[in-house]
């Protein structure tokens, strides 16, 4: 079986796959510093505390935008599941070419849901994966990264405001059922989460237009997703787990 971890700003997700199939799935935080053996000890805690036993993986990739937890994660993996990890990195067998200024600067994230999207979707897609940062990048129908944009996540935007404005309070990011609101809670979150809302109609909008992409398809995942479109009147495809598919993917074409 394969364990594939994502680690992201906020969290990071492990999932273990059996073939195909994804039979369990852990988010964590991302905490601060911890030693390998607090990372590697925890990690098969997870096992132990499930229907899947730790012996029965025999690979792992991952997945990280965080360098500072990279030598306790991996040398965690080692000591306590035997096993050397796959690393997404520049130079791996994508599938995808990336045509930007500095393809080794991209970050792995948007990497592996490109990869993702290219081969369970196709193009043209924009992938959109909320998290602390929200990205929205471009796949063409040649399977060629070719533009992309970063914005601030809804969560930064609401512990800015808390951190800058004394008097602000820290709320729970959800949307209102209206935007005529008549208290502070529901001025923050409908501000926040309506004006997320907003910006992700406008970005599609001029994606579409200004790359001649009338039909690219919108494909969604990140923890914050379902809150920017419940009604699913935006996205064509709500996937959550869809970077834990492309390191699956990635794992298979660089095994």
């Known amino acids: 079986m394969l364990l594939v971890i994502d680690v992201g700003n906020t969290n990071y997700v492990l999932g273990v796959y059996r073939g195909d199939k994804l039979i369990k799935c852990w988010r964590m935080a991302t905490a601060g510093v911890r030693t390998a053996d607090e990372t590697g000890i925890f990690i098969h805690s997870l096992f132990d505390a499930s229907d899947v036993k730790a012996s029965s993986i025999d690979a792992v990739i991952i997945s990280s935008v965080v360098p ?140 579409k237009k200004e790359l001649n992409m009338p039909d690219m398809k919108v494909i969604a995942t990140g923890g914050l997703a379902r809150v920017i479109d419940p009604d699913r009147k935006i996205f064509d495809v709500l996937d959550p787990v869809l970077t834990l598919k492309g390191l699956k993917i990635l794992y298979h074409k660089n095994k």
């Open 68 to 207: 500072d937890i990279m030598y306790s994660l991996t040398q965690g993996i080692r000591k306590y599941f035997h096993i050397e990890p796959m690393i997404v990195s520049a130079g791996m067998k994508t599938g995808i070419s990336v045509k930007r200024d500095n393809p080794k600067g991209v970050g792995a994230d948007r990497i592996v849901n490109l990869v993702a999207v290219n081969e369970i979707y196709g193009g043209p897609a924009v992938v959109i994966d909320y998290g602390t940062a929200n990205t929205f990048d471009v796949l063409n129908e040649k399977s060629e990264f070719i533009t992309g944009l970063i914005t601030p996540g809804i969560s930064v935007c609401a512990d800015a405001l808390t951190q800058r404005a004394a008097q602000l309070p820290k709320i729970e990011i959800k949307k209102p059922k209206s935007i005529i609101v008549k208290n502070t809670v529901g001025s923050i979150q409908a501000g926040l989460v309506l004006g997320h809302i907003g910006q992700t109609i406008y970005i599609i909008d001029q994606l």
